[in-house]
């Protein structure tokens, strides 16, 4: 009998903690106040975060179909959508030079001879190998939106074309690139959610 009644007040208490938050996920209609809830509600561990279904591989496919308003449980987790908006989304190969290792002199050396290799035929992935500093041989960046980027990089892709190469500067980070533009720009959707624990 105990352990029954000790199973009700379980059940009864998680049932008012979740209503609890459902409430108070309720006041959460924009981006500002999702922001405000993380400052004033630590101990649900919140989180304000942007996903893009047809660009994040690992995001259900259900989730192409929520709405701003849209509440949903998942894996001890209670999401709420804040927005659902368009946003471009951008794919180019790349190959990374890294300015903490060689002087802009080598960079500026180097980046016209990458690129004379692969206008007389040599292959974008077969550069990258050669010469890319941070280990993606295979170069793709796969698709990313305009937010996931540093916006020089972003700003650089956007004046170019399908199939361009062209090389771009992050001096403030000592980031340098060779990049092949491989797609045009395509539009599709941001949502941002509120995360927040929903069991104790």
Known sequence: MRKITFLFLILFFQNIYSQNIKDKLDKV?????????????????????????????????????????????????????????????????????????????????????????????????????????????????NWFTEDMMVPEFVNAIKIHKKGEIFTVDVPENKWYYVTLKTHEEKEVTRITMLKVKSSS
């Not at 989180?47 to 259900?62: A, G, H, Q, R």
């Not at 959508?81 to 290792?101: E, M, N, T």
């Open 29 to 141: 209609t924009t981006i500002e106040e999702a922001e405000k809830f993380v400052e004033e509600n630590p101990e649900l561990i919140p989180e304000v975060f942007n996903i893009s279904p047809e660009v994040d591989t690992l995001v259900p496919k259900y989730f192409k179909t929520l709405k701003a308003g849209n509440v949903i449980s998942e894996n001890g987790n209670t999401f709420k959508v804040i927005s659902v908006i368009k946003v471009k989304a951008l794919r180019v190969s790349y190959i990374y030079l890294d300015g903490s290792k060689l002087t802009l002199n080598e960079i500026n050396k180097l980046r016209p001879k990458i690129i004379s290799q692969y206008k007389k035929g040599t292959k974008f992935p077969d550069l990258a190998k050669k010469y890319t500093m941070d280990g993606n041989v295979k170069a793709d960046l």
